[in-house]
């Protein structure tokens, strides 16, 4: 399992494509959840814990938004626009400071989440490969170090 991140140059938008529907099809609903849970709890405690919230239900919440993308965008029940509207999410995001820095960390806290899913290999794959391209959608700041 090649869990390969990939550099781009800072406001590229890389063409994305859509994990596979096997993803939602093996885990259910309940698997993508818990899955968003677990990465939220690692969030909470890496580098970039500071972009996240502190209060218990403020996580519950932002846990149940990103797990209602998940689920739809896996070609399941489209939760998120009927909770939130349309995704457009690297407008959702302007309000963080996301760095290419920070998107390594929060794709690292999904390699170790994935990586404990006893589903095959291609369908771990797909998913990664749609984190690793999108991810880069929500890099908004240049390094620190410039
Ligand atoms: C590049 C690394 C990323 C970082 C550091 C990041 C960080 C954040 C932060 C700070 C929030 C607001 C708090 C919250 O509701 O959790 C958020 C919301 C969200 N993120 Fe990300 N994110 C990243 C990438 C992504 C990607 C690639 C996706 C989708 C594939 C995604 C999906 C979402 C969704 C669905 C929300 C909830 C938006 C809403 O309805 O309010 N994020 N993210």
Not at 22 to 34: C, M, S, V
Not at 49 to 76: N, T, V
């Amino acid at each position: 399992m090649e869990f390969t991140i990939n550099q781009y140059e800072f406001g590229q938008r890389p063409p994305v494509t859509l994990p596979s529907p096997k993803f939602l099809e093996l885990l259910k609903e309940a698997g993508i959840r818990q899955l968003i849970s677990d990465h939220y709890d690692l969030l909470s405690k890496s580098e970039i814990s500071h972009l996240f919230p502190k209060i218990d239900e403020q996580l519950d919440k932002a846990k149940q938004r990103s797990s209602d993308f998940f689920i739809q965008i896996c070609g399941g029940h489209p939760y998120y626009n009927e909770n939130r509207g349309k995704p457009m999410l690297a407008s959702r995001h302007l309000p963080f400071s996301i760095t290419p820095e920070a998107r390594i960390v929060w794709l690292n806290c999904y390699e170790q989440v994935l990586s404990k899913l006893d589903i095959p290999e291609d369908v771990i794959q797909s998913f990664w490969d749609y984190l690793n391209v999108f991810s880069f959608w929500m890099v908004n700041s240049k390094s620190k170090s410039g």
